[in-house]
C-alpha cells in the first residue's frame, strides 16, 4: 500500500509540475486577467442579469467594454508617443548639423544655472567638428531608444490582448471557478481558507481601486494645469498620464514635455508653472491618494502597502503591485489568526489551572 500511495504522490506532484511549466508564459496574463475578473465583477454580474442570464453573451459584451476602455486607446497613445519621439530625434540631428557648434542664445538666460552652463559649453565646443560628430553619434542611441520603446509598448500591447482573450473566459465560467475555489479552500483550510479567499479578493479590489483612482486623479489634476497653461492636446496628454501612472516616471514624461513646449514657445513664465504645478500636483497625488484609496478599502496599514506594492513590482514586475499587498495581507491574516490561537490556549490553560 506504502508504494501504491508514494506513486499517486510522484504522479501527482510531476503532473502540478508540468502544468505550472507550459503555464509559466503566461503567469502574469492569468493573474492580471483574474485581477480585472474580480474588480470588474459587480458590473458583468449587472450585464448578466440585464441580459437574462446568457453566460457568453455577458462575457463578450464585458470583454468588449474592456477592449474600448483599454486597448483602443493605448494604441492611438503608444502610435502618439513613438511619432513624437522619432521626430524629436529628427530634429535635434537636424539642429545640431546646422549648427555651428556655439551654444543656444536661450541657455544663458536660464535662471541661476544659465551662465555657468554656456561657459561650460563654450570650453567644450572648442572643436567645433568634434563636438558636431560627438553630439550626431549620441542621437543614434537616441533613435535605437525610441525604436526599443516602441518594441516595449507593442509588446505591452499583446500582453493586454492576451489579457482580454484570458478575461472573457474567467467571465464566462467565472461562477463555476468560484465555486471550485471555495471548496478547495475549505478543504486545505476550513474556516481560515476561506476567510483567506474572502481577504485575496478584498485586497485586489483595494489595490486595484488605488491604482485606478490615482491614475485619475493625476489625469484630472493634470488635465487642469495643462488647460490652464494652455497646452494643446490637453485631453490626449491626460490621458497619456493616466495610463502612464502605473510606472514610477511615467507622469513626469507627460507633464515635463509639455513644460519643455511652453519654453520652446518663449513662455517662459507658464513652463515653470507646468514645473511647479507636476511636481507639487501631479506627481504628488500618488503619495497621498494611492495609500488612502488602499487602506480605506481594506485592512492593511499604510506601511505594509508601500512595501508590498514596491517589493510587488522587484520581484514580479507590474503585476507585482496587486500581488505585493495581496501576499502580505494573506501572511498578515495568517500570523493574526496564529496569534490569536496561541492566546486562546494560553487562556484555556490559565482557567484550567485556576479551576485545579
Given at each position: 500500500m506504502a508504494p501504491r500511495r508514494t506513486a499517486q504522490v510522484a504522479i501527482t506532484a510531476l503532473l502540478l509540475l508540468g502544468?505550472?511549466?507550459?503555464?509559466?508564459?503566461?503567469?502574469?496574463?492569468?493573474?492580471?486577467?483574474?485581477?480585472?475578473?474580480?474588480?470588474?465583477?459587480?458590473?458583468?454580474?449587472?450585464?448578466?442579469?440585464?441580459?437574462?442570464?446568457?453566460?457568453?453573451?455577458?462575457?463578450?459584451?464585458?470583454?468588449?467594454?474592456?477592449?474600448?476602455?483599454?486597448?483602443?486607446?493605448?494604441?492611438?497613445?503608444?502610435?502618439?508617443?513613438?511619432?513624437?519621439?522619432?521626430?524629436?530625434?529628427?530634429?535635434?540631428?537636424a539642429l545640431i548639423e546646422a549648427s555651428d557648434g556655439r551654444p543656444p542664445a536661450w541657455l544663458k538666460e536660464i535662471p541661476i544655472v544659465g551662465a555657468d552652463l554656456d561657459a561650460y559649453i563654450r570650453k567644450l565646443t572648442?572643436?567645433?567638428?568634434?563636438?558636431?560628430?560627438?553630439?550626431?553619434?549620441?542621437?543614434?542611441?537616441?533613435?535605437?531608444?525610441?525604436?526599443?520603446?516602441?518594441?516595449?509598448?507593442?509588446?505591452?500591447?499583446?500582453?493586454i490582448t492576451l489579457v482580454l482573450f484570458i478575461v472573457f473566459f474567467l467571465y464566462r465560467d467565472g461562477a463555476r471557478i468560484s465555486v471550485l475555489l471555495e471548496t478547495a479552500a475549505d478543504r486545505l483550510g476550513g474556516e481560515l481558507g476561506g476567510s483567506l479567499l474572502e481577504l485575496a479578493s478584498n485586497t485586489v479590489k483595494a489595490v486595484m481601486i488605488g491604482i485606478v483612482g490615482t491614475a485619475v486623479a493625476q489625469a484630472l489634476v493634470a488635465l487642469v494645469g495643462f488647460l490652464i497653461a494652455g497646452v494643446p492636446g490637453a485631453l490626449l496628454m491626460s490621458a497619456g498620464i493616466?495610463?502612464?501612472?502605473?510606472?514610477?516616471?511615467?507622469?513626469?514624461?507627460?507633464?515635463?514635455?509639455?513644460?519643455?513646449w511652453l519654453y520652446q514657445q518663449d513662455q517662459q513664465g507658464w513652463a515653470i508653472f507646468m514645473v511647479l504645478w507636476g511636481l507639487l500636483a501631479i506627481s504628488s497625488v500618488d503619495n497621498f491618494v494611492k495609500p488612502m484609496l488602499i487602506s480605506r478599502t481594506a485592512s492593511l496599514p499604510i506601511l505594509l502597502i508601500a512595501l508590498g506594492a514596491f517589493g510587488g513590482v522587484l520581484a514580479f514586475g507590474f503585476i507585482g503591485l496587486f500581488?505585493?499587498?495581496?501576499?502580505?495581507?494573506?501572511?498578515?491574516?495568517?500570523?493574526?489568526?496564529?496569534?490569536?490561537?496561541?492566546?486562546?490556549?494560553?487562556?484555556d490553560n490559565s482557567e484550567e489551572e485556576a479551576q485545579a
Open positions: 502544468c505550472a511549466f507550459v503555464l509559466s508564459p503566461f503567469f502574469a496574463a492569468i493573474l492580471f486577467a483574474g485581477t480585472v475578473c474580480i474588480t470588474s465583477w459587480p458590473l458583468y454580474r449587472f450585464l448578466h442579469r440585464r441580459l437574462r442570464g446568457r453566460d457568453g453573451l455577458a462575457a463578450i459584451t464585458m470583454t468588449l467594454l474592456l477592449t474600448a476602455l483599454l486597448l483602443v486607446p493605448m494604441i492611438g497613445l503608444a502610435a502618439s508617443l513613438t511619432d513624437a519621439v522619432t521626430e524629436l530625434v529628427d530634429q535635434v540631428r572648442h572643436s567645433q567638428l568634434e563636438m558636431r560628430k560627438l553630439g550626431l553619434q549620441a542621437v543614434e542611441p537616441a533613435r535605437k531608444f525610441a525604436l526599443g520603446l516602441g518594441a516595449v509598448v507593442g509588446q505591452g500591447l499583446l500582453q493616466f495610463f502612464l501612472s502605473m510606472v514610477p516616471i511615467g507622469p513626469p514624461l507627460i507633464w515635463g514635455g509639455a513644460a519643455f500581488l505585493g499587498p495581496t501576499f502580505l495581507a494573506l501572511g498578515q491574516a495568517l500570523f493574526l489568526a496564529w496569534t490569536a490561537s496561541k492566546s486562546v490556549t494560553v487562556a
